[in-house]
């Protein structure tokens, strides 16, 4: 069935430094890649997303690119913050579908 | 501000008890959605409704039943509840099936 697989599970970095999640989707039907930041308490909470037709949006230090053909997203922090730090799900849909595949989601530490 | 909220934010139940948790979102929204969340699962779809008095099964429905008597209002019941229904739901709505997914905080639900 449709999945998306997500990595890493768990990404530790340093205040100022870069992360970079990827996800993996199997539906090549899928054309719409939502990413969600979900803080601790709160539900997840939309930071960014990519529609098939492009190939990378950037919004200041987020940004996202995807790879149709590989059917690969990424999503990329630079200049990490301590308040980055909280769990990240990417996830995909398609035109028709009521559903979206969510990941697996990937916990973010910043050390400051 | 879409706004999504959701009866209670944290519950205990004893076994064989019927719960009900109840969504309410104020943005006019067609689609309502029902999710669980569990740590290395990600969030998983157990029900969603595309109208009002219209339901459809997720991914995991087994053991839910859902209601949407009004468009703005969706409810879960756990019929019997069990301890392995013990987890994080979360809520949430949009207004298309290619849209971003609005989310309420969560319940955390304890089934003793």
């Known amino acids: 069935g449709e999945n998306v697989e997500q990595h890493p599970s768990t990404l530790s970095v340093q205040e100022g430094d870069s992360a970079v999640i990827k996800c993996t989707y199997s539906d090549s039907a899928s054309n719409y890649f939502p990413w969600y930041k979900q803080e601790l308490g709160k539900g997840p909470q939309l930071i960014i997303d990519i529609r098939s037709n492009v190939g990378e949006k950037k919004d200041q230090r987020i940004a996202v690119t995807l790879n149709k053909t590989a059917k690969h997203f990424s999503l990329h922090i630079t200049e990490t913050q301590p308040e980055d730090s909280a769990v990240y799900f990417c996830?995909?849909?398609?035109?028709?579908?009521?559903?979206?595949?969510f990941g697996a989601g990937t916990r973010l530490f910043v050390k400051a | 501000d879409v706004k999504v909220t959701q009866s209670s934010r944290y519950l205990v139940k004893r076994t064989g008890e019927k719960v009900f948790l109840e969504c309410v979102q104020d943005m006019d929204h067609e689609n309502m959605f029902w999710y669980r969340q569990d740590p290395g699962l990600g969030l998983r779809l157990i029900y969603f409704s595309y109208d009002v008095k219209m339901k459809e099964k997720g991914d995991i429905p087994e053991g839910y039943s859902v209601s949407r008597e009004k468009k703005e209002r969706f409810s879960l019941i756990l019929e019997s509840a069990s301890t392995n229904q013990t987890s994080m739901y979360l809520c949430a709505s949009n207004p298309g099936a290619e849209d971003t997914q609005y989310f309420g905080p969560g319940t955390r639900l304890t089934v003793l």
């Open positions: 996830a995909a849909s398609k035109r028709g579908g009521f559903k979206t595949i």
